[in-house]
């Protein structure tokens, strides 16, 4: 079971916007601003997309955004086009004992 | 480009000790504020942070794998290293070195290993 909880699955049309969540709990998520994004497709390496709650690494898309409510991480893609079907996986500091601790990913599939 | 490649054997048997090379080219290991990670996948599943070193030596680990994980650092050779050991089938998995900027986070990624615990 993976530290941090994420839907197993979302889907959306291409031009839709979804949102994949990442529910922590205080001692990561909540207490700090250091939730990661990841992109993976299949039989590849994952691909930072977002770092520190909110910025995108240079290359990545406007399309991509993230935010933070409490406990709670967001992904937000807009504008889904069928290359960004794929697995996505969240990712938080968890303090000087955990140190890091990674959701169980959630597949997006573009209709 | 900096770019990282991992090498070492894809079959260990259980009891083992299973040991991982990653190679850094495109630039020095020692350049920049970075920490260097191990990261493992098992197939079908999500990802599992296991450690981390810095070009000092200092290391991080899982606590849940801390008792049985060495990363070390050779900088004349620009790599980093895993060592495990007591090795079951639940550690079958692709293993991946990533780079972390000094915060917690994995900007560049090896394209991933795949070892196998199996007698």
């Known amino acids: 079971q993976s530290a941090l909880t994420q839907p197993a699955s979302v889907s959306g049309s291409p031009g839709q916007s979804i949102t994949i969540s990442c529910t922590g709990t205080?001692?990561?998520?909540?207490?700090?601003?250091?939730v990661s994004w990841y992109q993976q497709h299949p039989g590849k390496a994952p691909k930072l997309m977002i770092y520190?709650?909110?910025k995108r690494p240079s290359g990545v898309s406007n399309r991509f955004s993230g935010s933070k409510s409490g406990n709670t991480a967001s992904l937000t893609i807009s504008g889904l086009q069928a290359e960004d079907e794929a697995d996505y996986y969240c990712?938080?500091?968890?303090?000087?004992?955990?140190?890091?601790?990674f959701g169980g990913g959630t597949k997006l599939t573009v209709l | 480009q900096v770019q990282l490649q991992e090498s070492g054997p894809g079959l260990v048997k259980p009891s083992q000790t299973l040991s991982l090379t990653c190679t850094v080219s495109?630039?020095?290991?020692?350049?920049?504020?970075?920490?260097w990670s191990w990261i493992r996948q098992p197939a079908g599943k999500g990802l599992e942070w296991i450690g981390r070193?810095?070009?000092?030596?200092?290391?991080n680990y899982n606590p849940s794998l801390k008792s049985r994980v060495t990363i070390s650092v050779d900088t004349s050779k620009n790599q980093f290293s895993l060592k495990l050991s007591s090795v079951t089938a639940a550690d079958t998995a692709v293993y991946y070195c990533?780079?972390?900027?000094?915060?917690?986070?994995?900007?560049?990624w090896g394209r991933g290993t795949l070892v196998t615990v199996s007698s």
């Open positions: 205080s001692s990561d998520v909540g207490s700090y601003n250091l």
């Open positions: 520190e709650g909110s």
């Open positions: 070193i810095y070009t000092s030596g200092s290391t």
């Open positions: 495109g630039g020095s290991i020692s350049s920049g504020s970075y920490y």
């Open positions: 990712c938080s500091y968890a303090g000087s004992s955990t140190y890091v601790v």
């Open positions: 990533a780079r972390a900027p000094n915060h917690w986070y994995f900007d560049l």
